[in-house]
């Protein structure tokens, strides 16, 4: 008996730790207004570790996209029936690839948004190129998906790893953090994080003293955190390029070891307001990191931000932010083209400048669909000047569009 | 060397919670036969046990060490009475799907009002380093790691130097001749699932000021601590706690030397010890 469970629970143990595996479908073509409904469909993490970075929320802010739209339009409207659908991917990519197909083929979407989870998005991005239906990405950060994998179906419409890092990586080095020791999670996002953090890093004058993959998820980060003192040259800034639940692991445990008082300050590569909630905004105060837009980092934000929090009771992240604004320019693209195929619509958006709530001086580039706007340089507010309990963001600087993202990639050719 | 020192005592640290809940689960499992999947969402309750607390009523960590445990030790020996206990009976997979339904069911209610993300707590004791003579630690962790090691040790000698403790041993070791000796075995069996649950809250309120607190930290860390039950040989209480702490050590010192090894290392040696000791170190074998 004893013998025969320890098989049983070694076997759940692995088990746990794969996951299923993805199905096929058929595929379907389109008219004008392929069965006279414009569908978006958001494929999101409705549970897991994004699900208040993206989640139920990124559904309501394309919801909001879709009744503001019917509002402005009312009977000229390309259709009236236009629908919003959500899946949850669970942040893995076999997954996402069976509900992408499933949301393409037989729930008729005719564009996804969202996605959080660069493998998760990397998949969904084959199946838009096979489905040859419209995905805009606001979830994910992995610079892939407008290089090497780039497909004309997809958009890149919020963030990426290039931003993250040249705005932080750059500022810190220039403030003086000239040694670093970088650890990165050890999975698709951790490790692009980290190839674009070296660069932005030497290319300011600083040097990478030393940089370690950690296991993920993990809660314990310890052997890094004793490490890094005893570096040689001994490093004074410790780039932590964990997100979310590691990343408040990270911080915790970088405040018991007093890493601070021995000289090396903490840079993180990606902040949400979450996190901040999580750590707390009195131990991160003064904190360097880069977003992509926060919600009352202007008047028009704020006003939107205003209207989302009517709806939902929060405020929203950049990702929902930016899901509205992508669904937005969709649903007008599909109106001046008066079709919903992805080939009128992507005529309509490549090439496009504009300037919404969220994205500032914007360009649609036509040669890889990344989507280019200003970015901010931002610090964690003393939570004694915060104007409300989720006011965690101060300005420091704006990086301006043309310097936030990389140039277009050479691995990339849409035609 | 000190830099080896130092990661093997923090490999220490992180084998202080493997080895509370691998306890736990070793009692349970010897006497109840029962694998507690819900151990890992124990855990995590144990931690926002804590965090609770000090939202609610303001009382700070000692308060949540002594009270979360305890209160959590009691839900589990009615869920032990109300539940498990009707499936003791069955094929041992139903109670393995009960405690892992249990488990995905406290994880959504807890999201559902706390949500995905992490969760402050502020009210942690220590916060300075001490000075250990060849290298400095937090004062923190230095504590769970004496906590864990007193815990397990109180654990040892209840288990072979009292009375109880040699009931419980011999119930775990030939059930049905304990109870041809006339010892009403069924009458321990829910003080000691309740504390193996209170083991599993002890270590979420430890966790609690040095790691995230969130719905996952349960899940994440379980499959780790079901690798080590398995290398210490399931049911064996020394195994366990010896193979926690081992494991532990594993993974810092994997960490820094063998950095792509640090997540397979564990699941390697499980591998290892089940070709070599089906029962795993530490574990009897059993005439099927």
Not at chain 1, 295 to 309: H, I, S, T
Not at chain 1, 382 to 407: L, M
Not at chain 2, 103 to 109: I, M, N, P, T
Not at chain 2, 242 to 249: H, K, N, V
């Amino acid at each position: 008996m004893k013998h025969r469970l320890s098989t049983v629970v070694a076997t759940a143990a692995a088990g746990a730790l794969l996951a299923g595996c993805g199905g096929g479908g058929p595929s379907s073509g389109g008219g004008k207004i392929s069965d006279d409904k414009i569908v978006l469909g958001v494929l999101t993490d409705l549970s897991g570790v994004y699900a208040d970075i993206a989640g139920p929320n990124s559904v309501q802010a394309v919801q909001m996209a879709v009744d503001d739209f019917k509002k402005k339009y009312g009977d000229k409207a390309v259709t009236q029936n236009i629908e919003v659908i959500k899946a949850d991917h669970q942040n893995k990519p076999e997954i996402a690839n069976t509900q992408a197909r499933e949301m393409y083929d037989r729930k008729q979407a005719d564009a996804l948004f969202d996605v959080p989870t660069s493998s998760a998005a990397l998949a969904v991005q084959t199946v838009a190129g096979q489905a040859k239906k419209l995905y805009f990405n606001t979830g994910a950060a992995t610079t892939e998906l407008a290089g090497k994998t780039c497909n004309p179906y997809t958009y890149e419409w919020a963030y990426d790893t290039y931003m993250l890092a040249h705005g932080t990586g750059s500022a810190v080095t220039a403030q003086g953090g000239k040694n670093w020791y970088t650890i990165y999670p050890d999975y698709a996002f951790g490790q692009d994080m980290q190839k674009k953090f070296e660069t932005a890093i030497t290319g300011a004058g600083g040097t990478i003293v030393a940089k370690d993959p950690t296991p993920f998820p993990s809660d314990n980060y310890s052997t890094f955190l004793l490490k890094a003192p005893r570096l040689k040259p001994k490093p004074n800034v410790l780039g932590a390029l964990q997100a979310g639940g590691d990343l408040a692991n990270v911080v915790k445990q970088y405040e018991q070891f007093k890493l601070k008082d021995k000289g090396i300050e903490l840079a993180i590569g990606l902040l949400f307001d979450s996190d901040i909630k999580a750590i707390g905004a009195d131990k991160l105060a003064g904190t360097t990191f880069t977003t992509a837009w926060f919600w009352n980092v202007d008047p028009k934000a704020q006003a939107w931000a205003d209207r989302f929090k009517e709806r939902t009771g929060q405020r929203p992240t950049f990702v929902q932010a930016a899901d509205y604004s992508a669904a937005t320019h969709y649903l007008e693209a599909a109106q001046k083209a008066g079709s919903d195929k992805a080939a009128d619509v992507s005529k309509e958006l490549d090439g496009t400048k504009f300037s919404d709530f969220f994205a500032h001086n914007a360009t649609i580039r036509a040669e890889d669909h990344r989507i280019v706007h200003d970015a901010y340089l931002a610090k964690v507010k003393d939570p004694a000047k915060a104007s409300e309990p989720g006011d965690y963001t101060e300005r420091v600087k704006t990086i301006p569009a043309a310097e936030a993202f990389d140039k277009p990639s050479p691995d990339c050719h849409l035609s | 060397m000190t830099s080896f020192l130092q990661q093997a005592f923090n490999g220490l640290v992180s084998g202080s919670f493997y080895a509370l809940l691998a306890l736990g689960l070793a009692v349970i499992f010897g006497m109840l036969r029962v694998v507690n999947f819900a151990h890992g969402a124990l855990y995590m309750l144990g931690a926002f046990g804590a965090v609770a607390l000090a939202d609610t009523t303001g009382l700070g960590f000692w308060w949540a060490l002594l009270l979360v445990p305890l209160a959590l030790a009691l839900t589990g020996t009615l869920l032990e009475r109300l539940l498990i206990r009707r499936l003791t009976a069955l094929d041992p997979l139903y109670n393995f799907l009960l405690t892992f339904g249990i488990a995905l069911v406290c994880q959504d209610l807890l999201r559902m009002k706390y949500g995905a993300h992490s969760q402050p707590y502020e009210r942690g004791p220590f916060t300075g380093s001490m000075d250990l003579g060849l290298f400095d630690f937090p004062r923190y962790q230095v504590f769970v790691l004496a906590v864990s090691v007193t815990l397990c040790l109180a654990v040892w000698l209840l288990l072979t130097h009292t009375r109880i403790g040699t009931i419980v041993r011999a119930a775990t070791e030939r059930p049905e001749l304990t109870r041809a000796f006339g010892i009403d075995t069924g009458r321990w069996v829910t003080p000691v699932f309740g504390f193996g649950v209170g083991l599993a809250a002890l270590a979420g309120v430890l966790a609690a000021p040095m790691r995230a607190v969130n719905t996952g930290m349960g899940s994440d860390l379980i499959i780790t601590v079901f690798a080590v039950v398995v290398i210490g040989g399931l049911g064996s209480v020394f195994g366990s706690v010896l193979a926690g702490f081992t494991i532990g050590m594993l993974q810092a010192l994997g960490n820094l030397y063998v950095p792509v090894l640090s997540q397979t290392s564990v699941y390697l040696l499980m591998a290892v010890v089940l070709l070599v000791r089906p029962a795993g170190l530490f574990g009897k074998e059993e005439p099927a």
